[in-house]
């Protein structure tokens, strides 16, 4: 009975444990120190994916997307990385944006006071202008 009785007051503190609200915390913010970028006079995120969306492969692969979904979807751009910590560009991936995962086909870096576009090479791991990247291009 006494052992009954024990695991029974066990129960019953452990179901109030359980059940104790948790306390939400603030999202946790990243400062970055900024090293000589003037982020005051930054292009504009819309200004930097129009800028990616005018390159013909984005456009091709947008319009592969769009087939294939059945006009449903549509390439998607994702700004990775923006000019702050001593980085001069926007860091953008291109891809698919799948129901379980992005599939990046490209990833572009735009300078932040020229809008000039380069391009990782995926084999290489190289960053290359537009124009050397597409002559390297199969």
Known sequence: MKKC?????????LFFVACEPTVKQAPQT???ENKGID????PTDDKVLDRIMGIA????SNRQIDSLSEHKKGVA???VERPADGVPYFSV??????????????LFYVD???LEVKVEDI?????LSLDEWRKRQP
Do not use: H, P, W
């Open 5 to 13: 009785c024990f695991s029974l007051c066990i129960g019953i503190a």
């Open 123 to 127: 084999v290489s791991g190289e960053v």
């Open 57 to 60: 492969e984005v456009q091709e």
């Open 30 to 32: 990243t400062v970055y």
């Open 93 to 106: 991936k291109v891809g698919y944006d799948g129901d379980t995962r992005f599939e990046t086909y490209y």
């Open 39 to 42: 982020t005051t006079n930054l």
């Open 77 to 79: 751009l994702m700004i």
């Open 112 to 114: 932040a006071k020229t």
